[in-house]
C-alpha cells in the first residue's frame, strides 16, 4: 500500500523545486507541465497502442520503426524520455521485459511500474528462468517457443506487441484494447479472448 507523503517530503520537495526553478534549470510552468504528463500515464494507452497496431497496417509499421513516434501519434508526449522499443511476438518468439538494474519501464505508456516488477526476485528470475515465472502468472507458451528476455534500460525503454488473438476478427481496437492488460505488455500474459 502507498503512503501518501509527510509535510517534511513535501516541504523538501517545494524547496527543492523552487530551487531548480531559481537557478533557471526549470521553470515552474515545466514542472506543472511534467506533473500533469505523469498522472496521464496509463497502460491503457499501451493496450490502445497495441490494438491500433492489430487493426491499422500503417500504425503497425510506424509502431516497429519508431515507438516514440507511434506513441505520439496517440497524443502521448515523449518529450524526455528515453526511445521506446517495440517487441514484436510471433508464432514461436516471446518476449518478456525486464530492467535487470533498477526498474526502467515506459512510464508513459504503461503508467507506473508494478512493485514486483521492482523487485529483485523477478529481475534475477526473469533472466534465469523465464519460462518459471511465466508459468507463475499461468501463462504457458506452446512448446518451442523461444523466450526473449529484453533488458529495458535507463537509455531505451521496452514493450511488447503481442500476437493478436485468433477469434477476435472483426473487432474494433476499443474491444482489441480490453484484451490488453500491464502484464501482457511486459510479456508476462498473453492476451486471451474470453
Not at 60 to 66: F, G, N, Q, V, Y
Not at 102 to 126: D, I, N, T
Not at 167 to 189: I, K, P, S, Y
Request: proline fraction near 8%.
Amino acid at each position: 500500500m502507498a503512503h501518501a507523503p509527510g509535510p517534511d517530503s513535501i516541504a523538501l520537495l517545494d524547496r527543492f523545486t523552487a530551487a531548480l526553478a531559481a537557478r533557471g534549470v526549470v521553470t515552474e510552468a515545466q514542472i506543472a507541465a511534467q506533473i500533469e504528463r505523469t498522472d496521464l500515464a496509463d497502460p491503457r494507452i499501451g493496450a490502445a497502442m497495441v490494438a491500433r497496431a492489430w487493426t491499422d497496417p500503417d500504425y503497425h509499421a510506424l509502431m516497429l520503426r519508431d515507438g516514440s513516434q507511434a506513441a505520439e501519434a496517440m497524443g502521448v508526449s515523449m518529450a524526455g524520455a528515453p526511445p521506446l522499443g517495440v517487441l514484436v511476438d510471433r508464432p514461436g518468439v516471446h518476449h518478456l521485459v525486464v530492467c535487470t538494474l533498477c526498474s526502467c519501464y515506459p512510464r508513459a505508456v504503461l503508467g507506473y511500474p508494478p512493485h514486483w516488477y521492482k523487485s529483485a526476485a523477478y529481475r534475477a528470475r526473469a533472466v534465469r528462468d523465464p519460462r518459471g515465472v511465466l508459468a507463475e502468472w499461468g501463462t504457458t507458451l506452446p512448446e518451442g517457443t523461444e523466450i526473449r528476455v529484453v533488458d529495458s534500460t535507463a537509455d531505451y525503454r521496452w514493450m511488447v506487441l503481442p500476437l493478436r488473438p485468433t477469434g477476435t476478427e472483426g473487432w474494433d481496437a476499443a474491444r482489441l484494447a480490453g484484451l490488453v492488460g500491464r502484464d501482457v505488455l511486459v510479456g508476462t500474459q498473453l492476451p486471451v479472448a474470453g
